[in-house]
């Protein structure tokens, strides 16, 4: 009785299913709602990619060109030689030091030359640090925002194809009458089709968000203490050059 039993098993699990699960096979075995679902995902994927790889090459050539910019611009700061800062800044566009630095210069050079320097002219100078800190911050987070929500909305959207996935299960009991795998192997396989896409596009999304959220925090800073230090500079030079008045 028991080996009959479990021979009814087998053969009910084992029975004659039209369901593929190569990915063409699935691809033709779902319903339009869940190809929709699907392309929706890969949509967002391949955008998250897009973004990924833009930042991942932005902040990497930032980091480089900061390195070298750095002790060359402090250089000719030492040695009083603005013109030079100015022109070396210029050589290292794609840093957020250059971008930041090369501001305050040219508003320090631009009261420098017209007249006598003061506090407002320092004042001056910080305002255009700050704003180019703002610039500079705006161009990192470029397209962060849209991965930060393709990591929080993907798994909906496969969920949303879940539950498409389980209503077509029940609209093949109800069609076939029947419980057997056949009935249900479509729509489960929308089910789960769909809520592994969302998690896969979802997961990548998250880590690169807070990854890249982490290194801008670094830039920030890195831009904070360099405008600080500038600041420094101008306020160091002012007193300099009216003493020797």
């Known amino acids: 009785m028991l080996g009959a039993k479990l021979t009814l098993y087998a053969m009910w699990l084992l029975q004659e299913s039209t369901v593929g699960w ?4 699935l691809w033709r075995q779902m319903g339009v709602p869940a190809r929709i679902v699907v392309v929706s995902l890969f ?11 833009d930042r991942a090459l932005a902040f990497s050539a930032a980091r480089k060109q900061s390195r070298t910019f750095a002790p060359l611009v402090a250089g000719a700061l030492r040695d009083g030689k603005i013109d030079e800062a100015i022109h070396i800044a210029d050589r290292h566009k794609k840093s957020h030091l250059a971008k930041v630095i090369t501001a305050g210069l040219q508003e320090f050079q631009a009261h420098q030359a017209s007249a006598e ?28 925002s849209g991965l930060a929500t393709i990591g929080a909305t993907a798994p909906f959207v496969g969920l949303f194809g879940t539950v498409v996935g389980i209503i077509n299960a029940f609209k093949g009991i109800s069609s076939e009458k029947s419980t057997g795998l056949a009935a249900v192997a479509g729509g489960i396989s929308e089910a789960l089709v769909t809520t592994a896409i969302g998690l896969f596009v979802a997961i990548p999304a998250v880590w ?3 990854f890249f959220t982490s290194k801008m925090e670094a830039f920030d800073v890195e831009m904070d203490n360099s405008s600080s230090e500038l600041v420094d500079y101008f306020i160091k030079r002012t007193t300099t050059k009216g003493s020797k008045k």
């Open 22 to 25: 190569d990915p063409l096979s």
């Open 43 to 53: 949509v967002m994927s391949a955008w998250s990619i897009g973004v990924m790889i």
């Open 117 to 144: 320097l003061s506090g407002e002219e320092i004042e001056a100078s910080k305002r255009a640090l700050d704003r180019a800190e703002a610039i500079v911050h705006a161009e990192l987070k470029r397209g962060l």
């Open 208 to 210: 690169l968000f807070n």
